[in-house]
T-cell receptor, first 111, second 114 residues
Framework: GDSVTQMEGPVTLSEEAFLTINCTYT??????LFWYVQYPGEGLQLLLK?????DKGSNKGFEATYRKETTSFHLEKGSVQVSDSAVYFC??????????FGAGTQVVVTP | SQTIHQWPATLVQPVGSPLSLECTVE??????LYWYRQAAGRGLQLLFY??????ISSEVPQNLSASRPQDRQFILSSKKLLLSDSGFYLC?????????????FGDGTRLSIL
């Protein structure tokens, strides 16, 4: 079945460092891919999405490119801030609008 | 614009008591609706989803049930809560009848069972 694998956290960075969170997937067909962010005590917010191969999703300085050949959708940000501390989830869509989520990666940014 | 509301935000219940969590969506019609549970430090587990009024699909066997009495209302219930039902419950919606669309989440309900 469909699955999403994310790198384990926590990932601890200093402010202004470069962030990469790896995400790979297994799916039949060509799903849409998403990154969600969850701040402490809150629900999930859609961060960015890509619907087909080679699409690049971007938002708030974050980027991810849909790589069909490597079945990956890695999240990157060039210069993180303390306010980027959160849990990040990679996901792909399944039938009936359902999403398959990765386990989540906690990111901690220190001043 | 579309909005999703969940309540209550926090709930403390004794073991064996009933449960009712409510979720409503505004600004859209015939949405797909979802209930998730997130245990502490863990990922999301899809509990139920619904593509229409009265249509509920369960993803995992459990002590919980869901109902959709109206188009934009989704209710999560239990007759007798267990300690293992503790967690963070999230409701979400996505556009009905359209594939490849993201889900949009409510702010969640933190449920503690004593």
């Amino acid at each position: 079945g469909d699955s999403v694998t994310q790198m384990e956290g926590p990932v601890t960075l200093s402010e202004e460092a470069f962030l990469t969170i790896n995400c790979t997937y297994t799916a039949t067909g060509y799903p849409s891919l998403f990154w969600y962010v969850q701040y402490p005590g809150e629900g999930l917010q859609l961060l960015l999405k890509a619907t087909k191969a080679d699409d690049k999703g971007s938002n708030k300085g974050f980027e991810a490119t849909y790589r069909k050949e490597t079945t990956s959708f890695h999240l990157e940000k060039g210069s993180v801030q303390v306010s980027d501390s959160a849990v990040y989830f990679c996901a792909l869509n399944r039938s009936w609008g359902k999403l398959q989520f990765g386990a989540g990666t906690q990111v901690v940014v220190t001043p | 614009s579309q909005t999703i509301h969940q309540w209550p935000a926090t709930l403390v219940q004794p073991v064996g008591s009933p449960l009712s969590l409510e979720c409503t969506v505004e600004g859209t019609s015939n949405p797909n609706l979802y209930w998730y549970r997130q245990a502490a430090g863990r990922g999301l587990q899809l509990l139920f989803y619904s593509v229409g009024i009265g249509q509920i699909s369960s993803e995992v066997p459990q002590n919980l049930s869901a109902s959709r009495p109206q188009d934009r209302q989704f209710i999560l219930s239990s007759k007798k809560l267990l300690l293992s039902d503790s967690g963070f419950y999230l409701c979400a919606w996505s556009p009905g009848g359209v594939s490849n669309q993201p889900q949009h989440f409510g702010d969640g309900t933190r449920l503690s069972i004593l």
